[in-house]
């Protein structure tokens, strides 16, 4: 039976969740295809799946530095309600977009409003969170076949 191996393009049904059960991502085979070797998802899952065969399922933990990263008190930041849109919804827990000086957005959320300044979190939202992955392995491809 054909297990995965580098370069191969595999159909798989995956589901993310948090320690606490919740489900913050789930596809069936119809929407995830990944190349193996090609960084399409992070590479602890890649490594893991390798050596599967059609049918094998895996759940595997990742740790915050294997997935979203960890926690960076950094990124939450004040910013003076003059250097926003002044259009903007700056409701708590809804998501600003910044632009960086190098044309990028980024992505942040309203943590507090204190007045002239808002208090906002650019973290990812699972940032500094450990993640659990199951995955299965639907179909194997690769460039013989």
Do not use: W
């Amino acid at each position: 039976m054909k297990l995965v191996e580098l370069g191969d393009k595999i159909k798989i049904t995956l589901e993310g969740k948090l320690e606490n059960g919740q489900i913050f991502y789930k596809k069936d085979n119809k929407n995830v295809l990944i190349e193996i070797g090609k960084n399409q998802i992070f590479p602890t899952i890649e490594k893991e799946l390798l050596g599967m065969k059609i049918g094998d399922t895996k759940t595997i933990t990742l740790e915050p530095k294997d997935a979203y990263g960890e926690y960076n008190e950094k990124f939450s930041m004040n910013i003076p309600k003059n250097r926003i849109d002044p259009d903007a919804d700056l409701s708590e827990g809804n998501i600003i977009v910044a632009s960086l000086s190098d044309g990028k957005k980024l992505k942040g959320i309203i943590i507090k409003d204190c007045g002239d300044i808002i208090d906002v979190d650019f973290n990812h939202p699972f940032a500094g969170k450990k993640i659990i992955i199951t995955f299965t392995i639907d179909s194997i491809q690769n460039e013989d076949t």
